[in-house]
């Protein structure tokens, strides 16, 4: 009712009876119409202000602030996600290493055996082939002492059948008893 009053007196076409309802207000409350119009403007004017140069920068630091956050938490998230598959590929990467590390743990036993197998069967030969080696050589030690001791007892038999004949015999038929004894010991 007061904005129809007061539209009412700006246009000059206030009924009488609500002139004076009007008037006794503003009377009574100290109002004056061209006080409330500069009330009415300096209002807006210092609304437009604030919201030009306050509001308008407040809402914005406020919008910016707001998708900071919801870009920090989006940050955060994909951090948590990759963190966590982070985890599960070093979970996964460990886990091949120590299959890895067994498989190879496995090879070098398998190896070692083997190489321990070769060197003990290679030793084993050697010390056959030595052995072999040896009695080759005891052997021919033998046979060259055999052989040694046959031409030393011929010798020998030689000389004492010289003695015993050499009284006895003429000269051949002591050489034909040396030819029989020299024959019947390198058959021997």
Do not use: C, H
Request: without cysteine; charged residues 25%; proline residues 2%.
């Amino acid at each position: 009712m007061l904005s129809m009053l007061v539209l009412a007196e700006v246009t000059g076409q206030v009924p009488e009876a609500s002139a004076n309802a009007f008037t006794k207000i503003t009377d009574t409350f100290g109002l004056s119409l061209p006080g409330i119009l500069a009330q009415i403007f300096s209002f807006a004017v210092v609304a437009f202000v604030l919201w030009k140069f306050a509001f308008k920068p407040v809402l914005a630091t406020l919008d910016e602030r707001q998708s900071k956050i919801a870009e920090g938490l989006r940050y955060a998230e994909e951090t948590k996600a990759r963190l966590a598959a982070v985890q599960q590929e070093t979970a996964e990467t460990l886990k091949k290493a120590q299959i890895e590390a067994a498989t190879i743990i496995e090879q070098a036993r398998k190896a070692s055996k083997e190489l321990a197998e070769r060197e003990t069967t290679a030793a084993t030969e050697r010390a056959n082939g030595l052995i072999t080696k040896a009695q080759q050589a005891i052997e021919l030690e033998k046979q060259k002492m055999l052989n040694e001791a046959r031409t030393e007892i011929s010798r020998l038999v030689i000389a004492t059948t010289q003695r015993v004949l050499a009284k006895e015999l003429n000269d051949a038929d002591r050489s034909r008893f040396n030819e029989a004894a020299a024959r019947e010991l390198a058959s021997v």
